[in-house]
T-cell receptor, first 114, second 116 residues
Framework: DTAVSQTPKYLVTQMGNDKSIKCEQNLGHDTMYWYKQDSKKFLKIMFSYNNKELIINETVPNRFSPKSPDKAHLNLHINSLELGDSAVYFC????WGRGKETQYFGPGTRLLVL | AQTVTQSQPEMSVQEAETVTLSCTYDTSESNYYLFWYKQPPSRQMILVIRQEAYKQQNATENRFSVNFQKAAKSFSLKISDSQLGDTAMYFCAFMNQETSGSRLTFGEGTQLTVNP
């Protein structure tokens, strides 16, 4: 009965490859997010979708492309991976509406680019 | 833009004692939420406690409580009766209430170690 799940949990790949990370939530939330945690453990928002509509698009390289096929799923595709993309990527979800915006996080995907 | 500052990169406490983690933030908004999340070695981000800025009463969750000083823009976390399982990185985070579905802005984190 995992609330927010991500696959894979670990991803090791070569520079230049393309990879995807998947996220699913069963909390019935309508808003989902991608955060990046760098090597110093600093967390920063990348994208957010509400009801499949992109509502936050931070200054992120075009090589990163999120996709939300439905409210319960948010995927992150990364093209032409670079060494600097190595990080932990967290998916989170929340419900739109005052008093309900607490974000719940997935377990994270550790990406290592060699 | 909002900023969140945690001035204590590392702290340690003896088991069963009380520890307070500091957080200050900067915003021009009047309606917002503040959160504390913990990240144990398992890497999972776990919500510890949440505070709405319009509420004067400080939030509490069992052994965890906050000291919210809106005028001073301060939001500290007090952990009472510390347990070994409290060892984790603790992040303070800010969310603008006016924009629902908004981003969390995180502080740099405080690594807390509870010693037996």
């Amino acid at each position: 009965d995992t609330a927010v799940s991500q696959t894979p949990k670990y991803l090791v790949t070569q520079m230049g490859n393309d990879k995807s990370i998947k996220c699913e939530q069963n909390l019935g939330h309508d808003t989902m997010y991608w955060y990046k945690q760098d090597s110093k453990k600093f967390l920063k928002i990348m994208f957010s979708y509400n009801n499949k509509e992109l509502i936050i698009n931070e200054t992120v390289p075009n090589r990163f492309s999120p996709k939300s096929p439905d409210k319960a799923h948010l995927n992150l595709h990364i093209n032409s991976l670079e060494l600097g993309d190595s990080a932990v990527y967290f998916c989170a979800s929340s419900q739109w509406g005052r008093g309900k915006e607490t974000q719940y996080f997935g377990p994270g995907t550790r990406l290592l680019v060699l | 833009a909002q900023t969140v500052t945690q001035s204590q990169p590392e702290m340690s406490v003896q088991e069963a004692e009380t520890v307070t983690l500091s957080c200050t933030y900067d915003t021009s908004e009047s309606n917002y939420y503040l959160f504390w999340y913990k990240q144990p070695p398992s890497r999972q981000m776990i919500l510890v406690i949440r505070q709405e800025a319009y509420k004067q009463q400080n939030a509490t969750e069992n052994r965890f409580s906050v000291n919210f000083q809106k005028a001073a823009k301060s939001f500290s976390l007090k952990i009472s009766d510390s347990q070994l399982g409290d060892t984790a990185m603790y992040f303070c985070a800010f969310m603008n209430q006016e924009t629902s579905g908004s981003r969390l802005t995180f502080g740099e984190g405080t690594q807390l170690t509870v010693n037996p």
